[in-house]
């Protein structure tokens, strides 16, 4: 499938930031000495000597408050820190953010204090860090899944991907997986389509959301295969993945840390990889490409982001920070060993890979028909 991802990329009509400004909006502001009745006689109605008192103090106020925020920035952080992550305990994005506030409490000697709220694909996560107090001590870990993939399947999504986040730090990448139940009489993809086209409508699989990414891949799966599966949505991949060994579903294209132990244990059957190589730790096997199946070769990655109104000092503390972190070598080997790839993108690595990959989306999901 060609696409062109040269189309700019839409704008959300509805911002949860714009939303949330307007619940506690402030009184009018004042614009002019005028409309505190001051006399117009002169510069400011002051005379000579009085003027020159008056601006040494404003630039002395002003430099206070620019040593006041330097010192600030020195110092943070003086408290714990708060990590949302979007998502239920033991899925990927949760998986990754504890090693990241590991990372973080061991650099700065603050505790990071981890929070689930999962739903809705991210966005109960995304109204929590919006609430809070954007001062860079509340961060959010984040998903391919939850804030661009979302974004990109809906014309009026609730939420603006480019300005209603402060993209941090990127951590990690990963694949998907192919797999089904042991009992299926089945042991290749190929093996796979067949079965499946001799029982059309039959075969269930399970994803964590119509806006993620192992939904997209089975959407893509099927076009690619002229196969037709139903769809059985679950609130993480833990729990999708404990209904196929149960036989309760048939097939997964899950992400890779969720299943990579299943699949080396046996306790499930892997078909095929999304990533452009076999996998190190499952090299028996092959990618999708090599099963005969193109079009279906997603990478997912993951990310750190802050309130969009955080100090740029303590965002570009933070997003150095944890790229150093996910690049130390005893927190690159915990990641590469739950199955993901580090990746260590700093401020503004991130921010323009997060918004090239918005627009990258957006005409994907226009192109392929799933933008609704």
């Not at 993945?241 to 059957?269: H, R, W, Y």
Request: charged share 20%; proline share 8%.
């Amino acid at each position: 499938m060609r696409i062109d991802v040269s189309r700019p990329s839409e704008r959300a009509s509805i911002s949860f930031r714009h939303a949330l400004a307007r619940e506690r909006e402030p009184g009018p502001i004042v614009t002019s000495w005028r409309a505190l009745d001051a006399p117009a006689c002169g510069s400011w109605g002051l005379a000579p000597r009085a003027r020159d008192t008056l601006s040494c103090a404003l630039l002395a106020v002003a430099f206070y408050l620019l040593l006041a925020a330097s010192a600030f920035a020195q110092s943070f952080p003086s408290h714990p820190l708060r990590m949302i992550v979007p998502a239920p305990p033991a899925g990927i994005t949760d998986l990754s953010a504890r090693l990241v506030g590991e990372g973080l409490r061991a650099k700065f000697g603050q505790p990071v204090v981890i929070e689930n709220k999962s739903g809705a694909n991210g966005l109960i996560g995304l109204r929590e860090l919006l609430k809070a107090e954007p001062d860079g001590y509340t961060l959010m870990a984040g998903t391919m899944g939850n804030f661009v993939l979302g974004y990109a399947m809906e014309v009026n999504a609730p939420f603006d991907a480019l300005r209603d986040l402060a993209p941090i730090a990127g951590t990690a990448e990963y694949a998907t997986a192919m797999i089904v139940n042991p009992k299926m009489p089945v042991n290749s993809v190929r093996e796979f389509i067949d079965y499946a086209k001799a029982r059309p409508g039959t075969l269930t699989f399970g994803s964590t959301g119509t806006a993620a990414l192992d939904y997209l891949a089975v959407e893509l799966f099927m076009k690619q295969t002229g196969t037709k599966l139903v769809h059985v949505p679950y609130r993480g991949g833990p729990a999708a993945l404990n209904d196929l060994m149960g036989g309760s579903i048939d097939v997964l294209i899950e992400v890779f840390p969720v299943v990579m132990e299943q699949i080396k244990t046996g306790a499930v059957k892997g078909l095929a990889v999304s990533s452009p190589y076999r996998l190190p730790s499952i090299p028996q096997v092959p990618t999708f490409k090599e099963a005969g199946v193109s079009g279906v070769e997603l990478t997912g990655w993951l990310g750190v982001y802050g309130h969009p109104q955080m100090p740029d000092d303590i965002h570009a503390t933070l997003g150095a920070a944890i790229a150093e972190i996910v690049k130390q070598p005893d927190i690159t080997e915990k990641f590469r060993a739950i199955g993901f790839e580090p990746t260590g993108l700093g401020v503004r690595e991130f921010s323009n890979f997060h918004a090239a990959e918005v627009k990258r989306w957006v005409a994907f999901m226009t192109e392929a028909g799933l933008r609704k």
